[in-house]
Nanobody
Framework: QVQLVESGGGLVQAGGSLRLSCAASGLTFNTYNMGWFRQAPGKEREFVAAIRWSNIGTACADSAKGRFTIARDNAKNTVSLQLNSLKPEDTAVYYC?????????????????WGQGTQVTVSS
């Protein structure tokens, strides 16, 4: 059974940092591209960042460029998202997702597996 489990969310003040982690099991991790999405109350889920299966090549949403960094450790079957210079508008549930390596993009419909999410709250 495929499982993606996010952790590391919490409450921080504006300008602070958090490091989110996603632990994957039940799939051959190094054959999947990995992504992070987020969803705020009343809003649709939006793309944040993605990293290719081989750890060569990344993508990042315009709202996150210069502040967020995605990385993966294929030996540990984990993918992380470093959140720096956080703003109140970053408040959302952050989701980890997996997409087979032959498929690459920012569309949520293209991802095969999803975690349950971890809450990030940024106060002003």
């Amino acid at each position: 059974q495929v499982q993606l489990v996010e952790s590391g969310g919490g409450l921080v003040q504006a300008g602070g940092s958090l490091r989110l982690s996603c632990a994957a099991s039940g799939l051959t991790f190094n054959t999947y591209n990995m992504g992070w999405f987020r969803q705020a109350p009343g809003k649709e889920r939006e793309f944040v960042a993605a990293i290719r299966w081989s750890n060569i090549g990344t993508a990042c949403a315009d709202s996150a460029k210069g502040r967020f960094t995605i990385a993966r450790d294929n030996a540990k079957n984990t993918v992380s998202l470093q959140l720096n210079s956080l703003k109140p508008e970053d408040t959302a549930v952050y989701y980890c997702a997996a997409r087979y390596k032959s498929s690459w993009g920012a569309d949520s419909s293209g991802y095969n597996y999803w975690g349950q999410g971890t809450q990030v709250t940024v106060s002003s």
